[in-house]
Every structure is written in C-alpha cells, then in structure tokens.
C-alpha cells in the first residue's frame, strides 16, 4: 500500500467523524506476520503496536480485546473479569461478520455491530499507539488519549 493509494475505511470515516487526532502509516502487509511485521516496517517498538483481537464467550457473545503487540492475552483471566466459564479468539469468518473486516486489518474503530471493547490498561500509559485502522497495512497512530476517548474501552489486567 502506498501513502496515493490509502483507501478510506469505515474506521478512517469513524476516526473522522468523531474528531480524533491520529495519522495514517501506511506499511507492507506481509500475510500472518501480525504486529512483528507492521512494527518492523514502520520502525516502531512491537509493544506500541495494539492488536485488535475479536474474541467470544462460551454462549458466542462477542467482544473486542485491545492488547500490546508484544503480549499474549490470558483468556482465563478475561473470563474471571467477565464473569463467564470461558473466553476463546473468534473463528475467522465470525469476527469478519461482527466487524466488517478482514482478520488482519480489523479496527476497533466503525465496526459493523457495537462490540463491548477491553483494553490491557497499561496502553492507556503510553506516549502514542498505533492501532489499525480498517485495512491490512495500514496502521492510525494516536495518542491513547484519544482511542480512550472515542471508544471508552472497559480497561482489564490481562496480559500475559
């Protein structure tokens, strides 16, 4: 993807409408590369880089995780938080139809369905994230101030 090419995303117009404060990265996608890749390309510490991670209850109740590049989520801990038996990542195909995005390019920002979203609360600590914004290779970087602002994410101590 290149900066002439930058296509407009449901997040992009979200981010937009909403009055938030980010730029665009634009960066070559590689296919299952994750946040490795992107904070690579971009020349950014992994731990900066937040994933968007489309996960559900054991009755299917979706919902958003927010958390570092560099850390994992211990879903067994979300589920305490929550109040359920049991938190698991969406199939691919089922986080597509709750988000509107592909897997790999999905954004916390203008999703298809309103998701509760979770966020590990040590990116709100942080100078500037970079956060997808709707495609693959493309990345928002902002300030956790913002995203805190926009999406009011429940925050959770779940990293591992």
């Known amino acids: 993807m290149t900066k002439d090419r930058i296509p407009v995303t449901p997040a992009i ?25 992107s904070a690579r390309e971009l020349e ?14 054991e009755r299917g109740t979706p919902l958003i995780v927010l958390m570092h590049g560099d850390r994992q989520v211990s879903t067994k801990s979300l589920a305490r938080v929550l109040g359920v038996k049991a938190v698991s990542p969406c199939d691919p195909k089922v986080a597509e139809k709750h988000t509107g995005y592909r897997v790999g390019g999905t954004s916390p920002f203008g999703t298809k369905k309103p998701l509760r979203i979770f966020m590990e609360e040590e990116i709100a600590t942080l100078p500037q994230i970079l956060i997808n914004a709707g495609s693959r290779g493309l990345l928002a970087e ?3 101030t913002e995203l805190v602002r926009v999406l009011n994410p429940v925050k959770v101590k779940v990293a591992l």
């Open 13 to 37: 117009l979200a981010m937009k409408k909403s009055g938030m404060t980010f730029t665009l990265r634009p960066y070559r996608y590689e296919e299952h590369g994750g946040t490795r890749v």
């Open 44 to 57: 950014v510490d992994e731990h900066l880089v937040i994933k968007t991670l489309v996960m559900e209850d």
């Open 142 to 144: 902002m300030s956790p």
